[in-house]
């Protein structure tokens, strides 16, 4: 074999060309060598293998490098070898011969062609197709890492799969099987105890698995031609198609609208130069004429299609494949459903191809409920309490942090971060803290959601990407939601676009106050009043204060618990509470800007200036100027609380005196209230009260804002939603929502 090897390259070498005939020689001699090593591997471990000449085999006809195979010829052959050779013969598979003896190829495929007419010709019970992949998976695994495996399936759907672009088996292959009723079964030659996936003819679902497995292609191109004006006597789809054709270009899919003024036909990608040309060569004279527009051409298309015998008898997929694109933001460019109802094709940009696929697939083959992506922002105080909760309760309810930020770098694990380690790990990861929100876009899990537990002023600037792309927030961070009002429309629009937010601990840590009082707007109720303490930190200094602690103990105090921010004059400017009562305002219905609150800090202004450590050496001077507002608030019997109110339009935060008939009198330590008069809380108005503050209490908040986003996520790519909040805690995109000074009429709403 190597003389003759030797003699066709010499040949190769004098003429300075390579024939398809000689082309085909060569590479028939590496088919031989192969079968000859693995004969010989056989034979070592005691079976008598026999390496043979697979042109006495296969006979075919003179067409060098796409062979056809003499079907009858070949029964006659195959049937006289196998009754001649001694032992097991080891037929090299993509080659054969034709009648004069001449060495041919049989093109892409061609060693299952060879199996299946081989086993067609010998009458066997089954084919064995030996590859690199476990059988036939639901999915690409490059491209969906966790595709299954199926045991049986259809040869109606193999081909299916096989023309969308699954490279499992050569189409001519199955095709033949098919046709002969023989079981195909395809294994993996580096796992040979994996069971493989038997394919024939009634080897379908049944019905129950309506979507059996995905297939895409990413080398596409989408041209379109339409009529303006609805013109539909062009036969636009019929010369379209004819002239491709003509041209000799393959169509992979063709749509078109109710009359044939409008056509999309996908091509391959490399043939958009000569499809494009035939195309504005056959509809010349009806551009000129503009009966037809010029032809649109989108390249670096990708194509997915869904496959499966049973959804024929199933309503819903098309909807629920739609519906997960839209919520992961992927665009559909066209659209096409087989006759046989066994395939529905989608086509999207050529970016978004991986995304779709990993979409759709999750949406049909993952677990329910699907375990959740976690990105978690921020390892202060709620950050750390929160990770320390999902250490104990993450795998109870399917959860999996994927990732931990900080301002200074960022730790990343798609296996998911151990959550007993994970502050040395962080501080060994050299990932960018820009990374964290980088890696939740770019995830193909679904669900997903990005916590956070920061008070950064540039972080939630991302909140609209991540949305975008799918990701759910929740926030404990109230500067996205506190800011200019017109910010805050951009996040809600984006939230009823994409997925949800989350941020009910951005007032009252975990008490269900933004919750209820959303409730009531969206249930038709007119908020009159808010009031209440809306700061844990200093409602516990109040409290203190009032119980006859000097004010700079209090302080102290609250700074050791956790209570205050790392600066605590970051809670006595009054700023915080100022951001809660914005939110909560708008959640109300009230679209109030920062500088619309009237603020009176805790503190006069000029004694929390100059470095943090002068503060706290300042800090016992303030002493007796609390202790006169306290023996104020005695004198008439009442208590000192920093309070919050909205009413008649306007905000004002600042420390007041309130009697004993006040709810808030009764507050102590860190407890925080909201009191809520409405028209339907009129006479006794609605409280929620509760502590208010807390590492550990705001984190319990925070995991319940991530189980609720989970759950919706959980049923987002199976249901459609038409408009409707996807802001939760806040959005006023449901109808009006009402905010009425205690003057107006039922009818008289009030912004």
């Known amino acids: 074999r190597f003389e003759r090897l030797g003699r066709l390259l010499k040949g190769v070498a004098l003429l300075g060309e390579c024939t398809p005939r000689t082309l085909d020689g060569v590479l028939a001699t590496g088919e031989a060598l192969s079968a000859s090593l693995l004969a010989a591997a056989l034979r070592q471990r005691g079976l008598p293998a026999v390496a043979v000449d697979p042109g006495r085999w296969i006979v075919t006809d003179e067409a060098f490098g796409e062979a056809r195979v003499d079907a009858a010829a070949t029964a006659t052959a195959a049937r006289r070898e196998a009754a001649a050779v001694e032992g097991v013969p080891v037929v090299p598979g993509f080659t054969g011969a034709t009648a004069a003896g001449d060495v041919t190829t049989l093109g892409r495929g061609g060693s299952d062609h060879s199996a299946a ?6 009458s066997a019970d089954r084919v064995e197709i030996w590859t690199d992949v476990d059988g036939v998976m639901t999915a690409d695994p490059r491209v969906v890492d966790d595709a299954t495996r199926l045991d049986t399936m259809s040869f109606d759907e193999l081909l299916e799969l096989t023309h969308w672009g699954a490279k499992v088996v050569h189409p001519g292959a199955a095709r033949l099987l098919r046709e002969r009723g023989l079981p195909l079964v395809i294994r993996n030659a580096l796992r040979p105890g994996q069971p493989g996936t038997e394919v024939s003819t009634g080897g379908g679902s049944g019905g129950e698995d309506p979507v059996r497995a995905l297939a895409s292609r990413a080398d596409t191109a989408l041209m379109q031609l339409a009529a303006p004006g609805g013109d539909d006597g062009t036969d ?3 010369r379209a198609l004819t002239a491709l054709r003509d041209g000799g270009i393959r169509v992979v899919m063709v749509t078109q609208g109710s009359s044939e003024a409008s056509v999309c036909v996908v091509v391959p990608d490399a043939s958009t130069p000569s499809a494009r040309a035939a195309l504005e060569d056959e509809f010349r004279l009806e551009r000129e004429t503009r009966r037809i527009d010029a032809v649109r051409v989108e390249r670096a298309c990708a194509v997915v299609t869904v496959v499966g015998d049973g959804m024929r008898r199933r309503t819903g997929i098309s909807a629920r494949v739609f519906g997960v694109l839209g919520h992961h933001g992927i665009n559909v460019r066209a659209i096409a459903q087989g006759a046989s109802e066994r395939t529905i094709s989608v086509v999207v940009s050529g970016a978004d191809g ?3 696929v990993r979409a759709v697939h999750d949406a049909f083959f993952a677990p329910r409920p699907r375990a959740a992506e976690l990105w978690v922002a921020g390892t202060g105080r709620v950050g750390s309490a929160l990770l320390d909760q999902l250490a104990g309760r993450a795998a109870h309810h399917r959860l999996r942090v994927t990732g931990i930020g900080t301002s200074r770098g960022s730790l990343l694990s798609r296996e998911g971060v151990d959550l007993e380690g994970w502050r040395q790990a962080l501080s060994r990861s050299d990932a960018s803290a820009d990374a964290l929100v980088e890696a939740a876009i770019a995830s193909p899990h679904h669900p997903r959601v990005f916590v956070d537990c920061t008070a950064s002023p540039t972080l939630p600037s991302g909140y609209e990407r991540l949305l975008a792309a799918g990701v759910s927030v929740v926030a404990a961070n109230k500067i996205g939601f506190s800011g200019p009002v017109e910010a805050w429309r951009r996040l809600q629009a984006a939230a009823r676009e994409g997925a949800a937010v989350y941020h009910e601990t951005t007032v009252g840590a975990g008490l269900p106050i933004l919750r209820t009082v959303a409730d009531l707007v969206h249930t038709g109720d007119r908020i009159v009043r808010l009031q209440g303490v809306l700061s844990g930190t200093l409602g516990y200094l109040c409290d203190e204060l009032m119980g006859g602690r000097t004010f700079s103990e209090a302080v102290r105090s609250a700074h050791e618990l956790g209570y205050t921010e790392p600066d605590p004059r970051d809670d006595l400017s009054g700023t915080d509470v100022a951001r809660k009562l914005v939110i909560l305002a708008r959640a109300a219905g009230l679209e109030l800007e920062p500088s619309d609150v009237d603020v009176e800090p805790l503190l006069p202004r000029e004694a929390v200036g100059g470095t943090l450590e002068a503060f706290w050496e300042r800090l016992p001077s303030l002493d007796d100027f609390m202790a006169r507002s306290r023996a104020d608030a005695d004198a008439s019997g009442g208590r000192l609380v920093y309070m919050g109110t909205v009413e008649d339009g306007r905000a004002r935060v600042g420390l007041e005196v309130v009697p004993r008939e006040h709810p808030c009198w009764s507050l102590r330590g860190s407890e925080n209230l909201v009191l809520v008069v409405s028209d339907r809380y009129s006479a006794t108005p609605l409280v929620v009260r509760g502590p208010g503050a807390g590492p550990e209490v ?7 804002d991530v ?3 989970r759950a919706e996520a959980q049923e ?16 006023s995109a449901e109808g009006p929502a009402l905010f ?6 039922a009818g008289e709403p009030f912004r």
């Open 236 to 238: 636009m789809a019929m």
């Open 740 to 745: 009425a000074p205690a003057a107006a009429s």
């Open 716 to 731: 987002a790519p199976v249901r459609l939603r038409a408009g409707g909040p996807r802001g939760r805690e806040g959005s």
């Open 117 to 122: 007419v081989l086993g067609v010709s010998l």
């Open 707 to 709: 189980l609720r986003a």
């Open 698 to 704: 705001t984190a319990a908040g925070v995991f319940a």
């Open 354 to 356: 991986a995304a779709a």
